[in-house]
T-cell receptor, first 116, second 113 residues
Framework: KAGVTQTPRYLIKTRGQQVTLSCSPI?????VSWYQQTPGQGLQFLFE???????NKGNFPGRFSGRQFSNSRSEMNVSTLELGDSALYLC???????????????FGAGSRLTVL | GENVEQHPSTLSVQEGDSAVIKCTYS??????FPWYKQELGKGPQLIID?????GEKKDQRIAVTLNKTAKHFSLHITETQPEDSAVYFC????????????FGKGTTLSVSS
């Protein structure tokens, strides 16, 4: 059974550019969430999509956006990149996406973004 | 909102010793407490979780205990091995609206042989 696939694995951008990251969840998983991981702030929740709708959003500026397609694949976009956006961006999928708190998240390996 | 504190930030043990990592949470309504292990170059991987109606759960060499009154939960690893070296994260639901988790800052565990 394939895991969560994230592309690209590594990318380098310059300030002011934008970037799009892709995530393919485990087959049958309908919930996809995104996290930013940095040495200073740790793992921080960005947003969650369920059945193509954003269900939950973390405390990030509007430059961070995402979407989910009908096949549950998801993309996130960061516009007007800043140096502080350099991070590992992790995607996680959940089979049930049940809003009760007890959901097992399966993470991908992440996309490492470096902003110069 | 929910806040999760994790201690210690680093932990060094000898192979065969036990390791304990502790977390506290703030939201008394939280009902699910997973632990994730992250190895270099990989995403976090769930190793064990516990729901609020259970006080302890074991899976071979790892166990998690939960004290809802004190709002803290702990990860216990016995008979540590070099392959246990990794970063461990505790987490708790951010809210009841979806699957979002609030993570602790992580504990870097080093097991020396």
């Amino acid at each position: 059974k394939a895991g969560v696939t994230q592309t690209p694995r590594y990318l380098i951008k310059t300030r002011g550019q934008q970037v799009t990251l892709s995530c393919s969840p485990i087959s049958g998983h309908r919930s996809v969430s995104w996290y930013q991981q940095t040495p200073g702030q740790g793992l921080q929740f960005l947003f969650e999509y369920f059945s193509e709708t954003q269900r939950n959003k973390g405390n990030f500026p509007g430059r961070f956006s995402g979407r989910q397609f009908s096949n549950s694949r998801s993309e996130m976009n960061v516009s007007t990149l800043e140096l502080g956006d350099s991070a590992l961006y992790l995607c996680a999928s959940s089979r049930t996406g049940r809003p009760s708190g007890a959901n097992v998240l399966t993470f991908g390996a992440g996309s490492r973004l470096t902003v110069l | 909102g929910e806040n999760v504190e994790q201690h210690p930030s680093t932990l060094s043990v000898q192979e065969g010793d036990s390791a304990v990592i502790k977390c506290t949470y703030s939201d008394s309504a939280s009902n699910y407490f997973p632990w994730y292990k992250q190895e270099l170059g990989k995403g976090p991987q769930l190793i064990i979780d516990i729901r609020s109606n259970v006080g302890e759960k074991k899976d071979q060499r790892i166990a998690v205990t939960l004290n809802k009154t004190a709002k803290h939960f702990s990860l216990h690893i016995t008979e540590t091995q070099p392959e246990d070296s990794a970063v461990y994260f505790c987490a708790s639901p951010a809210n009841q609206a979806g699957t979002a988790l609030i993570f602790g800052k992580g504990t870097t565990l080093s097991v020396s042989s």
